[in-house]
């Protein structure tokens, strides 16, 4: 039995890629504390833009050049040592680890070239899934007529489905022939790139799909709902033939219209940017991830965010995107309090995602999903994370599908 590693070589060069990344960015911020501070400012305006001059200035130039030249020596001898040490299976600690990494920081990750970034991929048991017919045939012997794809959640990965003994995927298998697929991505890219690049994974897997796909069916928790929705509109924008051959969609506790916790983060933001002395600090808020903060405006095409400062308190209007027409919508909506209403679920929630959120109530009509009651649920004294794993919502989603 292949033992799987905790640690990659290819960790190693990315880790200290991002650490030499870090100390940069962090003497950046020294300086500009430093800058503010001798500039004796008052305690509330707006601080003084520029750098420091003379020996301080220098010192700080000498700091940064330095980090250059050695983060770009150990990043160039690391490139050529990691290749000589091949692929290894990975654990699901690393895994754990490398999800999360990538839901706060994977656009940066991705766009510095950082071999932490994660790859979107479809996975069957945390293998890719290479999507060629003869391939998907080996790799999946048992490929049925039913499709079911499972897209998990921010900071999460697809190894997470499985918990407390439990895989819904795994069990919609048993239960009711589907063969599933998990998707793998990195969630911390914008929620409209992931949600093309899923169209055209789907389309990939569906057109070289071992047998005749006759029905396909998505479960989406957190963060995956929105990519499927967003998938759905670019799939069908492409004419893609999947979007046909989808005929059930679930949600698990997907917040439609955003999550609390990124307007806490904003808050943040905009609290230490109040004071020259305390400005600064607020860049450290602001290296959180587009996906993070595509879940307070709930942006889901590329549109709502191009050219908009994502940071900025007021999202101004977004595209609204309904249901996908002609496919049975279905949304669980989780509480931590022992009824709808209550205190508990008035003020926390699933602890993440609200109520109303996750069963796509808004106040204004065209934003309002609009699920019919026999098509919505609420799972009670459940956590965000429970709804991968309690019984009772793993028999809705069952009865839903099989119907």
């Given amino acids: 039995m292949t033992r799987k590693s905790h640690l990659h070589p290819s960790d190693l060069h990315g880790f200290s890629r991002l650490t030499f990344d870090a100390v940069g960015g962090l003497t950046d911020l020294v300086e500009a504390m430093h800058h503010n501070i001798a500039s004796t400012p008052a305690v509330l305006g707006k601080p003084k833009t520029g750098h420091t001059t003379g020996i ?32 290894k299976l990975s654990s699901p600690e690393r895994e754990a680890v490398l999800a999360v990494l990538n839901g706060v920081l994977g656009d940066y990750l991705e766009t510095s070239g950082n071999p932490l970034a994660i790859h979107m991929r479809l996975r069957r048991d945390g293998h890719p899934l290479q999507l060629d017919k003869s391939a998907l045939a080996s790799a999946l012997p048992d490929a049925g ?9 921010l900071c999460m990965n697809d190894l997470q ?51 005749a796909v006759k029905e396909l069916a998505i479960l ?98 977004h595209a609204a995107v309904p249901l996908p027409d002609g496919v049975k919508c279905f949304a669980i909506a989780a509480t931590t309090g022992k009824q709808a209403g209550d205190i508990k679920d008035r003020l926390v929630g699933d602890g993440l995602v609200p109520l109303a959120s996750a069963l796509g109530c808004h106040a204004e009509h065209d934003r309002n999903l609009m699920f019919p009651p026999d098509r ?17 919502v793993y028999e809705r989603i069952r009865g839903w599908l099989a119907a």
């Fill in 220 to 317: 989406g928790h957190s963060m995956g709902g929105l990519l499927a929705r967003s998938a759905w509109h670019y799939g069908t924008a492409a004419g893609h033939a999947w979007p046909r051959r989808l005929k059930k969609l679930v949600f698990l506790g997907t917040p439609h219209h955003g999550a609390p916790m990124e307007r806490g983060g904003n808050l943040i933001d905009i609290a230490l940017g109040v004071s020259p002395y305390t400005a600064p600090l607020s860049r450290l808020g602001k290296i959180r991830s587009s996906g993070i903060t595509d879940l307070r405006h709930t942006w889901l095409l590329d549109e709502d965010w191009r050219g908009r400062d994502r940071f900025a308190r007021s999202s101004g209007h």
């Fill in 161 to 211: 489905w499985a918990r407390q003994g439990h895989d819904h995927g795994t069990a919609l298998a048993r239960d009711l022939g589907y063969t599933p697929a998990y998707l793998h991505y990195n969630s911390g890219r914008h929620i409209s790139t992931n949600g093309r690049e899923f169209a055209d994974q789907l389309e990939i897997l569906v057109a070289n799909w071992p047998v």
């Fill in 56 to 87: 301080t200035g220098l010192v700080y130039r000498s700091v940064r050049g330095m980090t250059r030249l050695v983060g770009g020596g150990l990043d160039a001898v690391l490139g050529r040592l990691v290749p000589l040490f091949g692929e």
């Fill in 376 to 392: 919505q649920w609420i799972a009670l004294e459940t956590g965000h994370l429970d709804l991968l794993c309690r019984k009772p």
């Fill in 145 to 153: 007529g039913k499709l079911l794809v499972l897209a998990h959640g």
